[in-house]
């Protein structure tokens, strides 16, 4: 379960559902339907992927801190 919003330090969260998992040898790009125009795309080791057990249509809580988030124009 997502940790509670005072449990944590990332104040930015945002509630989805998984839409694609594209994984590499090392890293995985975790595309997110949040409800905006366009997805939340979220890179992630393959080894967080296999203990956070995600596959498509999951419903996931995405946390994330101002500081490490980069916008990468389309």
């Known amino acids: 379960a997502a940790p509670m919003a005072a449990e944590t330090s990332a104040r930015n969260r945002l509630s989805g559902t998984v839409t694609d998992i594209d994984a ?11 409800g905006a125009e ?10 967080s992927l296999e203990l956070l057990d995600l596959a498509v249509g999951d419903p996931v809580v995405a946390s994330l801190k101002a500081m490490t988030i980069r916008a990468i124009p389309q």
């Open 38 to 47: 366009r997805p939340l795309a979220a890179l992630v080791t393959c080894r």
């Open 24 to 34: 590499g040898e090392a890293v995985a790009t975790v595309t997110v339907d949040v």
